[in-house]
């Protein structure tokens, strides 16, 4: 079968490898569509923590499954699932209290083993999802980029009528603020970018803000009536952004760290215990979030197009990634297609 392996930073290339022999408890996957990450660009530039080469990317993953193992239910031969990359133990304190996306020693499909971007994958059958043939797998790939802002909706407790300032309208920033949206809370997405911003307001119908206009905290609280957020997510990563977030809150407010940033971050700690902030990081997704996105896709809650503007075939994307993928400066999110 043909793979696309990154080798070492700044080397991806097409390989034939053999098609995986499943374990019991695996399923083969026909892989149908895949989403390009961040983590997928990073890794071709050797900035993506805790990685090693050479390794077969891809974790946003929508297949068909052709075979199981002997441990698996024969059922599911035949459906299109989604894969939940992060493997968990489900042995540590935290899987035992169902927070699989933290655990001890958690492994990612595409990050710490071999991913999707290859025409057939072996994958434990706990670590997938059945999807509806109404949801097209292009579709269905991005369900694990959107469960991540359903996981940091539900780390937030995001109700209706609420103020949310989602900061950061890259994919995860759009997922984020389409999940407030779809929980009718009252959404402003902010970022640096103009053509973010105005694809944001496109895809979806709200205002948009620019952090970096020297009125942007008088703009924020105006356009939440005089109030300011109930809820920051932060989906940057940026280091200023969220030194920042605490200015953007309400008192008895709260911020939730969904991007990371890989050092030290100082927070004001007198505006931050004035307004007895509550502070929370959000990291991967669980189950629980998988399903809800499947559900708000299948009620048209969602939709690709929040995300998606651009598709690849697989057949081709390789032989120039870095200027398809890496360089491209259109690219909001993209979809890689098998067939």
Do not use: W
Request: aromatic share 8%.
């Amino acid at each position: 079968m043909k793979s696309l392996i990154c080798e070492k930073p700044f080397a991806i290339h097409y390989i034939e490898t053999p098609k995986p022999i499943i374990k019991s408890d695996e399923v083969l996957l026909k892989i149908k569509a895949v989403g390009i990450c961040g983590t997928d660009i990073h890794a071709y530039t050797g900035n993506q923590p805790f990685f090693s080469y050479p390794r077969i990317l891809g974790h946003e993953i929508c297949g068909l499954v052709e075979a199981v193992g002997d441990a698996c239910t024969t059922d599911l031969i035949g459906q299109y699932v989604v894969v939940i990359p992060a493997i968990a133990c489900g042995e540590c304190a935290a899987c035992l209290e169902g927070k699989t996306n933290c655990c001890d020693t958690i492994s990612l499909y595409g990050v710490h083993q071999d991913g999707g971007f290859q025409d057939y994958l072996a994958v434990k059958s706990s670590n997938i999802i059945p999807v509806p043939t109404s949801v097209d797998p292009a579709a269905a790939s991005l369900v694990e980029c959107f469960a991540i802002g359903a996981h940091a909706n539900r780390r937030a407790d995001s109700k209706a009528k609420e103020n949310i300032l989602v900061v950061g309208a890259g994919p995860i920033g759009l997922g984020t603020a389409a999940i407030a949206l779809a929980n009718n809370a009252n959404v402003i997405l902010a970022d640096v970018s103009d053509e973010r911003r105005a694809h944001a307001e496109s895809v979806l119908g709200i205002k948009t803000l620019n952090p970096m206009e020297a009125t942007y905290i008088d703009d924020l609280h105006h356009a939440f009536n005089g109030n300011f957020a109930c809820t920051v997510m932060d989906a940057t990563g940026n280091k200023a952004s969220m030194t920042n977030s605490v200015n953007l809150i309400r008192h008895g407010g709260k911020i939730v760290f969904i991007g990371l940033y890989i050092g030290d971050l100082q927070l004001d700690d007198p505006t931050f215990h004035k307004k007895e902030t509550t502070l929370i990081a959000s990291r991967n997704a669980t189950f629980e979030d998988f399903t809800h996105v499947i559900e708000l896709f299948e009620s048209n809650s969602i939709s690709e197009k929040i995300m998606v503007n651009q598709e690849f075939h697989f057949d081709t994307i390789g032989l120039d990634y870095e200027n398809n993928v890496v360089k491209n400066n259109r690219l909001v999110k993209g979809v890689i297609r098998f067939d």
